[in-house]
């Protein structure tokens, strides 16, 4: 229940970059409040319960460390893992950028592959899907996933060349072949290939102003 607290003080620690020397000894650190936390939690919801072993909830606490002190330290161990992972994690996908841009005319994705990165170029891409925290691109029949959500990528992407058009969707503009009034603003638009993607109201501006007039 109280995870997300210690990942995101880790975090804000590895995003300062301290030395080893305090690494180490916010670690030790952690580990004593995540043993006293816990150890408070169990007290305050049980010692209504079993206060009758226990004159007070300082009294009751001792004899919680002393059952429990395998348990901390095991949970404590595999929160530090967690908090390692993500670290490795995050560092893996900011070595591989999500929208490549060296050149005019030659803008990129990389996505995962099954032998390591793929880089697709922003012209193959047909259109691209949410998928949870990731992003799904379809690109010549294909479905690759990458790192970006599609939230970020709907910020970063080029205007010019592709638009929102539901929550979970991005198309290529120049891919729309047909759009089909459903009524109330909802939309379907078909692809070169054949495919229909719904077009949300809410996002139909962002179709409409590519239309002719």
């Not at 990458?146 to 979970?168: K, N, Q």
Request: no cysteine; hydrophobic share 50%; glycine share 8%.
């Amino acid at each position: 229940m109280l995870s997300p607290l210690p990942l995101r003080a880790a975090d804000r620690i590895g995003s300062a970059k301290p030395g080893r020397a305090t690494v180490f000894a916010l670690w030790l650190l952690g580990y004593a409040l995540a043993t006293a936390t816990h150890i408070a939690l169990f007290v305050i919801l049980f010692w209504p319960i079993y206060g009758q072993d226990a004159a007070t909830p300082l009294a009751m606490a001792k004899p919680v460390f002393l059952a429990n002190i395998d348990t901390s330290l095991f949970a404590y161990l595999a929160l530090t893992a967690a908090v390692v992972w993500r670290r490795h994690r995050r560092s893996a996908t900011a070595a591989v950028p999500g929208v490549e841009r060296p050149h005019a005319g030659d803008e990129a994705l990389w996505v995962r592959g099954s032998r390591g990165a793929l880089r697709v170029p922003l012209g193959d891409i047909d259109w691209i899907a949410a998928a949870g925290d990731y992003a799904e691109l379809h690109s010549r029949g294909r479905a690759m996933l990458t790192d970006d959500t599609l939230a970020a990528l709907s910020r970063r992407l080029p205007a010019a060349e592709f638009a929102r058009i539901h929550r979970g969707a991005i198309v290529r503009i120049d891919r729309i072949r047909e759009m089909r009034r459903l009524g109330r603003g909802d939309a379907m638009l078909v692809l070169t290939d054949g495919r229909q993607l719904r077009l949300s109201r809410r996002y139909r501006k962002n179709i409409t102003a590519h239309l002719p007039r």
